[in-house]
């Protein structure tokens, strides 16, 4: 009624140039999301992959909730047991370990260089 046959005949299909050029944004914005998201998280999870499963006994390690233990026991593919004070051993998920410290590791480096500079400055 309000639209005459003339109008209604003239909206028909598109090219397949402009429909190409209307997808493009979404693709580049994939291709984007790719390289500056997706890929240094996988690259952040294989890492941490691996060194949750290089955890050996006698290493120091640091877990999510903020406990820092010595590991005495590698119990199976799971979990480790660490010791975070004397005789207090406890027993954890190896995904929850955040960072682990070998044997001849140094706790900070960094606390080195202070005390040397707070000497040099008395």
Do not use: C, W
Request: charged share 30%; proline share 3%.
């Amino acid at each position: 009624m309000l639209i005459t046959p003339a109008y209604a005949q003239a909206a028909g299909a598109g090219d397949t140039n402009s429909m190409l050029m209307s997808l493009l944004p979404f693709a580049l914005i994939f291709v984007i999301m790719y390289f500056l998201i997706l890929r240094p998280q996988q690259k952040k999870v294989k890492e941490h992959a691996d060194l949750v499963k290089n955890v050996r006994r006698g290493d120091t390690i640091v877990t999510q909730g903020g406990l820092v233990g010595k590991v005495t026991k590698v119990v199976d593919d799971d979990q480790v047991e660490f010791e975070i004070a004397d005789g207090i051993r406890v027993r954890q998920m190896r995904q929850m370990i955040t960072g682990v410290r070998t044997k001849g590791e140094p706790a900070k480096a960094d606390a080195k260089d202070d005390k040397k500079d707070e000497k040099a400055a008395s």
